[in-house]
């Protein structure tokens, strides 16, 4: 996808009004004498940096007397050009406009979207605002729209937690849910899991908001930022198109969880995604909501929590053996004695990072009688720990474990992600 980009050519040479190059007050004395492209012309060309660079999102900070623009890529913040505050409101304006925001609300937050297209590629661009002290903070988070689905095999599962999340999925009804913090990739592992499961025989219908991959072998329903046709209120249409298997976006509050919860008891399959803290945290989570615990202990199957993690530069990995000086003192009482470790020295291809793309780490914690009582008589946390240990539960450190002697991330992405 980046390839392809790359052969779009830039319109505006965003280098010219970087205050961190240039005078500000050269740079603010052309702003003020209609010297430079017009403010749309300028988004169009951060946005089009930011795909060409692989970016998830964009950030446009008004911070003193300075707008600051950032793109997250890979997880980790980079500078992309520092402007004049005098163009952040302008700016603003154009991003709000396109994503159909009201552009006089300035006070309050709001979110949008609009759609982009270079050829063939099409991406979907997610607005967020927030009012702060030196104006209005907006994200502009990017997904591509018409890309492939990914192959759960693809997403670095060990054998056995593959296995162990195929047998979750092969069941007729459940909930199974896909939990991490923002960004950690749940979307395309629940896509993923969907797509390992779909046949012409089974009836498979969506509810999400935004849709991010189209499926063509299920009924997508997407509803409106809005809020005129609420995920609870399409869950109870869907309830009635005779569903065997539903994928929701996200639970977010007590009455989709409870909703999701009833969809799985009178037998279907339910998958969903959800923020929390480990695979453990799905079911406190669930539990904080509101949802209630016989609902919970009654259909939840499992719970899959990841991260990811900056993956090794392919072109330039090179192993070596850990020292006391490479190594934290403690992190080097995991290692096995001898073991071998891999970096990225920096090339060309990874822009002299060491790393390119990223990896998934995760712990899948399957819900067996016992955690099912234990989850029905709100047991505390350190109950359900030690009974999920008992089932041979194995934390996300023991994928990440794996991964770092395989080669595939390094110790500063380890230590990064878990400490």
Sequence with gaps: MIDELKNIPSKVNLEQFDIANFAKEKIREMFRGGLVPTSEAMVEEIILRALKKGAADVHFEPVDRELRIRLGVEGVMQKLVLLPIEIAENIASILKTKASLNVFEKRKPQEGRFTIKYGALQFDCRVSTMPILDGERIVVHILQKNAR??????????????????????????????????????????????????????????VENPVEYRLDFASQVP?????????????????????????????????????????????????????STDALGGILRL????????????????????KLVRRICDSCKESYLPSADSVPPSFAATLPQGSTLFRGKGC?????????????????????????????????????????????????????????LAGTIAVDGYVEALG
């Design 287 to 306: 539990l904080h909501l509101g949802v209630p615990p016989y609902y919970v202990a009654t259909t939840l199957s499992g719970v899959v929590y990841q």
């Design 149 to 206: 689905v990914a192959r759960i095999e693809e997403l670095g599962f060990a054998p056995e937690m593959l296995a162990a999340l195929r047998a979750l999925l092969q069941r007729p009804s459940g909930l199974v849910l896909v939990t991490g913090a923002a960004g950690s990739g749940k979307s395309t592992t629940v896509y993923a899991a969907v797509n390992d499961i779909q046949a012409l025989v089974k009836n498979i219908i969506t």
């Design 348 to 404: 060309d291809a990874c822009g002299g990072t060491g790393y390119h793309g990223r990896a998934a780490i995760m712990e899948l914690l399957s819900i067996n009688a016992q955690l099912k009582d234990l989850v029905h008589n709100q047991a505390s946390p350190m109950q359900l720990k030690e009974a999920a240990a008992a089932t041979g539960f194995q934390p996300i450190q023991r994928d990440a474990l794996r991964k770092l």
């Design 223 to 275: 509803t409106p930022a809005d809020g005129s046709f609420t995920i609870v209120e399409a869950l109870r249409s869907i309830l009635r198109q005779s569903p065997n298997i539903i994928m929701i976006g996200e639970i977010r509050d007590a009455e989709t969880g409870t909703v999701a919860a009833e969809a799985a008891i009178t037998g279907n399959l339910v998958l969903s995604t959800m923020l």
